[in-house]
């Protein structure tokens, strides 16, 4: 709580304070969800940053607002963060950051596949087998393709 209270330029009263709790745990709750549940001792700088910046966010403008205007009392918000305006949130980069930080890399992968009972067979060529008794498809990934 200090930390976060060393992020904001006034000082929060009473109800504030509660506030700030509620948006530090669920900083907190969405930096493990998004990242992994590290142990208190061991979390790394960077996703207390995160958590501490994400929770300051919410304080400076809970409501979500983009405009505000004094002389005819105009305030404006918008759902420019979706579903997450006025409420705390990461942004994609922070979300990104927490994935890496917990070893989730995103992309795509190739698995051998085969059905139950059976074996995948060895040295198949770069070819997939068919179902039709004939040789296999040609399906060539590497540098062996005739293409």
Known sequence: MDELKGRLDWELDEDELRIAAGALDDASELAATYG???PE????RLVRTLVLKAAAR???NPNGYTQSRAGDETLAWSDAHGRDAGTVYFTREEIR????LA???RGISSVVVS???????????????VDYGGDGFP???DAASPW
């Open 36 to 38: 992994r549940e590290w």
């Open 41 to 44: 001792e061991t979390v790394p």
């Open 58 to 60: 919410y304080l400076r």
């Open 97 to 100: 950051l927490l994935e890496d």
């Open 103 to 105: 070893g989730r890399k």
């Open 115 to 129: 059905a139950w009972g059976t074996k995948p067979k060895q040295g198949a060529g770069g070819c997939v087998p």
């Open 139 to 141: 399906l060539f990934g």
